[in-house]
């Protein structure tokens, strides 16, 4: 790292660590999170990570994980839709692409775009917490948790019961969900089905959902195994999702899953291992088939039903099903020297699709869909990583440090390592450092897409980045607060960019882009300080400030270069009389670049101010809400020319049996 990004890392530091801990607090306890592949207590951890509890959960006015995400600590949650029907995630400044999605554990990305990468088959009253790993983390996960890493973890029953939840809302805003639990002593199971869908804020924007979920935990002294199995399906109106020049598109998305995870503890040696499927089907239609938008003619070619209007170049959907097989084997051994940490992990990615991979010899039938539609091209690839990791923990000193190899039948191998250093220099206040490096391999999109004005590259090399970074955090009983400041030196990024005057959009490396960034929240309990009476309960506010080297500059970036610059989050609860609450979030952004609108004129993001609140009555085994979306009817689009919906109320009630 060059002299002068070490002097900005200081200044920075120096600026705003007075700031952050200035406050007066008591230790919160050790909670047990899994920010490596072995679990470890969050006072032993070097690193910048944020849990979101089940209680902060169930406080905010939110109605899905996707909206609970956008108020966390510099992450961009980027909807298309009402509900983040599709989200793109991304962590200190990142892309969707740039940030692992794990479900209890288990790996979650796709291959074919990062785009779906949060279609999960859970929903808010499966999550017991979220873990956020910031910074760069490939040397713990490998390829993807380039920024970042995001781990939901689901609730295990403990007791025997039924949960419901049903919602109404504007635009037929209707959720409707039911999950039973059965728990005895040694085992536990769970099963979740929710149905939720909207006709939109305006055409082109009604959506479909449907998630089951399945959980069985098994556990004994030594150990415990859980079992996982869940389907997600989603159909949605995607207008302008992703051209503007085609605003009537359709998709049509349909998640399978299995994963099973254990471990078995040998005095002081640990063994885990998992493994898991993941299949996931897309319909993309360019031209939405269906009344009221388009038809198909008797030569296979497609209509506007309105004007009549034939589109000649366009003759059907694309189809894909992305397939990743996968597991892991860890040891993990405790001794003087603190734990030793081995792994080895094995993943093989697959796709079917009529537009993106190789040509086949024999086309396969799409089941289900038109007769017409046949899979006509394929990829794959198999990646296996070794890890190593040692944790040492001295009196006040702890230091993490790891590597691992990466062996991918596309790309090149290679390894990756880090090192974090933690400090207890009180019992409030600890630092820490890290230095780590990353990676990304381009998605099968990135690689071979070629339709409607967007063509992928099958040159495009893996994006790689080192992550530094210096922080610390201090807690009390009552307030919890942390603070970083970050450097990504990226090089190879992997963006879609469109320059001023062609219609044509292109996947590219672009050479280096640097980014620096300052973070630092504080949540505090009235509660602790003055009882559970008090007017306002809980408080917390959480900042963001990013600028890089690079701008999308005569060019437009949909992804890399349109990051948030400015991210303030402000979350506020309040006890409004015996079991009545009022919930309230406001977060500010300021999105840095630009998108061209149908006219070809340059767009800036600029910044909004959006609210959400809701109020609720607790009445014995029942809880009544009422929620209001963008409280204030901002505005405002997350990614260019998708128009995000406005106020909206929704009124729902929750059972516990």
Do not use: C
């Not at 078995?264 to 640990?270: A, G, Q, S």
């Not at 897409?449 to 040159?459: E, H, P």
């Not at 204030?632 to 020319?641: L, M």
């Amino acid at each position: 790292m060059s002299v002068s990004k070490i002097s900005l890392l200081a200044t920075i530091l120096t600026l705003n660590l007075p700031v952050v801990f200035s406050q007066t607090t008591v230790n919160v306890g050790e909670a047990v999170v899994s920010a490596s592949r072995v679990e470890i207590k969050s006072n032993e951890i070097s690193k910048s990570i944020t849990v979101i509890t089940r209680e902060e959960i169930e406080k905010s006015p939110v109605s899905s994980v996707n909206e609970l995400l956008k108020y966390a600590l510099n992450v961009d949650v980027r909807q298309r839709g009402m509900s983040g029907v599709q989200a793109d995630l991304g962590i200190r400044g990142s892309n969707f692409s740039q940030v692992l999605i794990l479900l209890n554990g288990i790996r979650m990305n796709d291959a074919q775009t990062g785009h779906f990468n949060m279609n999960l088959p859970i929903e808010l009253l499966d999550v017991e917490r979220i873990e956020i790993l910031y910074g760069g983390a490939s040397r713990i996960y490998g390829d993807g948790a380039f920024a970042g890493a995001i781990n939901i973890i689901t609730r295990n029953a403990e007791k025997s019961n039924v949960k419901a939840i049903a919602e109404l809302g504007d635009y037929k805003w209707n959720q409707i969900g039911i999950q039973a639990n059965i728990a005895q002593e040694n085992h536990s199971h769970s099963l979740s089905l929710l149905h939720k869908g909207s006709d939109g804020e305006y055409r082109n924007t009604d959506f479909e959902q449907r998630n089951i979920f399945w959980q069985s935990q098994f556990k004994n002294k030594n150990g415990n195994l859980k079992i996982n199995l869940g389907q997600n399906e989603k159909s949605f109106g995607a207008q302008n999702f992703y051209s503007v020049r085609f605003p009537y598109q359709y998709e049509k998305n349909k998640l399978q899953f299995f994963s099973a995870k254990g471990n078995y503890r040998f005095n002081k040696l640990t063994l885990t291992g998992s493994f898991y499927s993941r299949v996931h089907f897309d319909r993309f239609e360019l031209f939405r088939e269906g009344e009221g938008y388009y038809g198909r003619n008797a030569d296979g070619t497609f209509r506007n039903l309105e004007t009549n209007d034939t589109i000649t170049w366009y003759s059907g959907h694309n189809y894909h099903k992305s397939t990743t097989i996968g597991g892991d084997l860890n040891a993990s051994y405790q001794s003087k020297l603190g734990t030793t940490s081995l792994g080895y992990e094995f993943r093989k990615e697959s796709i079917l699709s009529n537009a993106l991979g190789m040509p086949i010899t024999n086309s396969v039938a799409v089941k289900g869909e038109h007769p017409s539609a046949f899979y006509t091209k394929e990829d794959w690839r198999e990646n296996h990583s070794v890890f190593v990791e040692q944790n040492l923990s001295f009196e006040k000193l702890f230091i993490s440090a790891g590597a691992l190899l990466n062996i991918n039948s596309r790309f090149d191998e290679s390894i990756y390592s880090g090192i974090d250093l933690g400090y207890q220099f009180s019992k409030r206040f600890r630092a820490y450092s890290s230095i780590n490096k990353s990676f990304r391999f381009p998605s099968f999109t990135d690689l071979y897409y070629s339709l409607g004005g967007a063509v992928g590259s099958i040159d495009l090399k893996p994006e790689e980045s080192i992550n530094y970074e210096i922080g610390g955090n201090y807690k009390t009983p009552y307030l919890v607060a942390q603070a970083a400041v970050f450097i990504r030196d990226g090089k190879n990024l992997i963006d879609w960019v469109r320059f001023n005057g062609n219609d044509t959009i292109k996947a590219a490396n672009l050479t280096e882009v640097t980014l620096y960034g300052v973070e630092a929240s504080i949540k505090y309990s009235f509660t602790k300080w003055l009882g559970d009476n008090s007017f306002i309960q809980t408080a917390s506010l959480n900042t963001a400030f990013l600028t890089s080297d690079t701008l999308s500059t005569g060019f437009e970036s949909n992804y890399v270069l349109d990051y948030l610059t400015t991210q303030m989050n402000l979350g506020l609860n309040f006890r409004l009389a015996e079991q009545t609450q009022l919930n309230w979030m406001i977060r500010y952004q300021e999105r840095v670049g630009n998108y061209f609108d149908a006219a070809g004129n340059s767009n800036q993001f600029g910044s909004q101010v959006i609210s959400d609140m809701s109020v609720s009555q607790q009445i014995k085994n029942l809880k009544l809400y009422l929620q209001i979306s963008n409280l204030f009817d901002e505005k405002y689009i997350d990614i260019g020319n998708v128009r995000m919906p406005g106020r909206l109320f929704r009124l729902g009630i929750k059972a516990n049996l």
